[in-house]
C-alpha cells in the first residue's frame, strides 16, 4: 500500500484551530445577542443558527483524520514547550469531543435554546411547570451525555470533568464534608451575635446613577473598554470573543445597590481574566482559561477577597458617596463594609454572603447529583429544593421564582457547573493569601484605589498561562500548597471575627 | 460503471439551504456588531471570523456535487411552481458563486472588513489618504471579480447585475441621459423661485427626545418591535438574521431634526420589506428580497412618497410638537412640510432633497465605472469628486468628509451598489402611483395615520413573493408598464409645483 498518510505542521494545526475557534465566538456572539438584544419573535431562527454553528465546529473538531494527523505532529521534535501543549491539550480535547455523536450536539444545542426561552416564560410566570418538560429533556440528554463520554464510579463525575478537570463526587462529597461543619459552627456563632445594618445599600438608587456607577467603577478597577464592553441581561455573564473583546453584563436592582455592585465586580473579574489571556495564542489551548474553577477564583476573588475588604470599601464610599450623597449622607466606609458583609440565611444564590453561599452550592450538587442517578423525578425538583434550604439554612423558600428557578445554567445546558462555585471560592481564598505574601503593602494598595500590582500579579501567576498548568498545578505554584480549606476558613474567621465582634476563642477551629 | 449518483430530495435541498442561510445570518450578526456595540480593540479578530463564516459558506454552497444534484432535483415532475422556483434560483447562484475561488472570497472578506476600519479611521481624521490604500486594494480585488464572474460590453456590468439582475452600463446609461435633462430643467425653474425655510428642522433637538420619536414614529407606521430592534451607528442601515429579527440603526444630529427622521424612515422602509418576507420560505430564494433596487424602491416609497407628504406631515406635526414643543411653537404641518421638501445642491447624498439625489447617485455611478475600467488612479477620486459635483451640482467640495469619504459602500466592498438607488426611487414612484389608483383614499389614510392598508398592500404585491418575481417582472405586474421614468417626473413635478408655486405650464415635460 501507498503511504497516503499527510502529516499536518504546526502551522497548519493554528490556523485550523483559528478557524474553529472563529467558529466557536461567533456562535458566542449570537448567544450574547440572544441575551441582550434579539428581539422576541427571533428566538426560533437563532436555535437553529446556534445549533447549525455547533454543529459544524463539532464536526470539524472531530474530523478523524486531524485526531490522527495531531497525534502523528505530536512525535515532531521540532516542536517547543508550548507548542507540544497546545497539540496534547487539543488531541485530548478531540478525543473526548469525538465521543458525541454530530446529531447529539445538534439537539443538545436546539434542546439548550428552547429551554433558555422557556425558562424565561416560566419565571415571567413564575411557575416551575412551565419550565418542566425541556429540563426533563435536558436531563435526559445530559444522562446520554455523561454515557457516550464515559465514566467511573457515578455518572455526574462526567460532566464534572467537564468544566473542571479531574473534578469527582468523591472530591467533592470530601471538600463539602469538611467545610459544612466549620462554616455551620461560625455561623451558630454569627446568628447569637447582633445583625449588623445593610439599610444602607438598601434604598432607592436611580437605575441611570447605578449604571453610571457600575462603569465607572469598572473603569477603576482595571476593565479595559477598548477591550470590552457591559451590557444588561437578565442574570449577568461574563462572555468573550477574544482577549480582545471581552463582554460582561449586569442587572441592577433599583431598591439595593450591593446587587448590582458585586455583580459587576464579579463579572468584572471573570472579564479580567479573559482579557489577560495571550492574544497570540488565539484560538489554542494556552489563549484559554484553564478550568471553570479558576475562572470562578478570578471572579470571586475581585468580587468578595477585594471588592468585600474593608481597604476597598474605604477607596470607593467616596465615589458612592458622589453618586449617592442623599443615600450616603451620615454613613462612612465602614457603615458599607458592615452592610455589604452581613450574613443572613437567603433565597438567591448570587446574592448570598461568604459563608452560606457554599449551602446553595452545597444544594445544588446534591441535587444535580441526584438528578444524574435519576432517582428524582423532574417534578419533584421544586419540593426538593423547599426540603433542602428548610435543612440547610433553616429557611422555607416562598416560590419557585426565589427557588429552584433562579439560576440560568441548566437551562443553558449546564449540569456540573455549580460545584466549581464553591471550588472558586476557595481557591480565590488561596491565592489571595498568596497574593498578601507576595506583594507588600497590599491592602495599603486597594485602600488607595490602586489595583495594578494586584491584576499585574494574577497576570503573571494566572492570567498569561492560559492552559499550560492545570487548577492544581497552578494552585500549587502559587501558594505552595494543593487545595485546602483552610485558606479560605482563616479568611472568613478573621473578616467576620472584626464584623460581629466574635470572641476569638470561641471560634471553632 | 455503477450508478453513484446519489439524488437529492427537496426537504435534504431545503435543509442544506437552510444550515447555509445560518451561517450567513450568523456572520450578519457579526456585522451588525461590529458597526453598533463592538469594542475597539475586537475589530481584528472579528476581520478573521466574518471570513471564516464567509469563505465556509462559499465553500458549501459552491460543492460541485450540490450544483449536479440541484440540476438533477430540477428534473423531478412532482416539484410544484414555487418549489421549482427555490431550486433553479439556488442553481443559478450556484453557477455565479462557483466562479469565485475560496482564497478570493476570503481575502475580499478580510479585506473589507479592514477597510471599514480605515474607512471610520479616514473619516476621523477627514482624510482620504488613510483609506486610499485599501480601497485601491478592493478596486483591484473588484476587477478581479468582474473578470471571474465573466462579462460582456463592460466590466462594471458584472458587478451591476449582482445587486439586480440583467441591469447593465447601457440601461443605466440611458436611464440617468433621460432623467438628467428634465431634472436640470425642474431644478432650474426651482432655483429661480423664493426658497423655502428649513428653520423649524434646524434647531436644537436634543439627542435622547429624537431617539424617543424615532421609536414612537417607528411603531405608529408598522414596525414590529416584537421582530426587530432600532439602535444607534455612524451609517444607518439594515440587515436581518431572519424576518423576525430585523435589525434597522439611525443617527442622530442636535441640530437637525429631518436627518433622524427621513433615515429612520428611509429603514423603516427597507425593516418593513425584510418583515415581510415569508418566513416559511427561510434561507430559499423566495425568502429573500428580489433585488436591491426593489429593496431601496420601499425605503424610498416610505421615505419620500410617504414621508415626505404632506399628508404625512399633516398626521405626524402633532406627535413633533409634542415631543418638540419649543421648536414647533407658531408652525404648522405646511411648514414643516415645505422645510422637509426644499431643493438646494448639497455635498451629502442620504440627506439630499428628491430631485438633486440622483446627481449625487450619476455621479459616483460614473466614478465607478471609470475607475472598473482603470483609467482613473484612486489618488484622484477625491479630485474627481471635486470637479463632478462642481460640474454637476454647482458646489465646492470643501473636504473629504463632505466629499468622496461620506458613503460606507466602498469600505463594505459594494460597488456597483450605488445606482439601485436611483433606481429604487423611479420603482417607487411607479409603486406609489400604482397604489394610488389601487387603494381610494389613500392620501386620506396617510393623513390620519393609518398605514396599514399600504403596507397591506405592498406586502402582496411585494413582500411575499421574495424572489418569485424579478424587478421587472413584479414592476410590469404592479403599475401594467415597464419602469417608466414618468411616473416620477409626474410625482416630483406635482409636489414642486404647489411647494414652489410653479405655473403649470412653465414646466418642462
Redesign the interface.
Known sequence: MPNTETTLTYPQYTSWM??LA??R???A??QW?QET??????A???S??I???SE?AHRFFTDPQKAKELNQLLADNSLDEKQRKNVSLTAEDVSQQAKLPGDFVRTMSETVSKSFQAWMDARKANNFAVFAPLLGKLIDLKKKEADYLGWQAHPYNALLNQYEKGCTVSMLDATFAALRAPLSALLAKIAARQQVSESIVKQSFPEETQWQFSMDLLEKMGF??????Q?KSTHPFTTN??A??VRITTRIDPNDLSNMTYSTIHELGHALYEQGLP?AE?GLPLGEFTSLGIHESQSRLWENNVGRSLSWCSSFFPLIAHYFPEQCAGANAETFYRAVNRVQPSFIRTEADELTYHFHVMIRYELEKTLMEGSLPVNDIPAYWHAAYKKYLGIEVPDDKTGCLQDVHWSHGSFGYFPTYSLGSLYAAQFFGAAEIAIPGLQKQLSAGNFGQLLNWLRQEIHIHGRFFTSEELCKRISGDTLNINWFMQYVKEKYRFIYSLEEEAIPS
Open positions: 483559528r478557524e472563529d467558529l465566538y461567533a456562535n456572539v449570537l445577542d438584544y434579539m428581539p422576541e419573535a427571533g426560533e431562527r437563532r437553529g443558527q445549533a447549525t454553528l459544524l479595559d473598554f477598548r477591550a470590552g464592553r451590557d470573543f477574544s480582545h473583546d492574544d488565539y
